[in-house]
Nanobody
């Protein structure tokens, strides 16, 4: 059974930065894709960033130029570096992994952007 555990969330002021981590129970290269999603209160869960096994990345328009997804296979960890945070980035952030028809989710970590 694959486990994903997020960490690094918290309260930050607008314009600040946070780095989220997603620790996987096995090699991140074993997955076809690894992603970060977020869900704000009362809204649908949305895709924020995707890292594909070939090294390419995809970002939602709302975070392009501000967020960066990366991975460290030695640590079985995927990161989401979030800069220039805005109040509208407030949400629970979830790590997601996909492999050959199977999807795995972490429990999520809260990010709150507020002054």
């Amino acid at each position: 059974q694959v486990q994903l555990v997020e960490s690094g969330g918290g309260l930050v002021q607008p314009g600040g930065s946070l780095r989220l981590s997603c620790a996987a129970s096995r090699s991140i290269f074993s997955f076809n894709t690894m992603d970060w999603y977020r869900q704000a209160l009362g809204k649908q869960r949305e895709l924020v960033a995707t890292a594909i096994r070939d090294g390419s990345t995809v970002y939602a328009d709302s975070v392009k130029g501000r967020f960066t997804i990366s991975g460290d296979n030695a640590k079985n960890t995927v990161y989401l570096q979030m800069n220039s945070l805005k109040p509208e980035d407030t949400a629970v952030y979830y790590c997601h992994a996909f492999q050959y028809g199977l999807a795995y989710w972490g429990p999520g970590t809260q990010v709150t952007v507020s002054s």
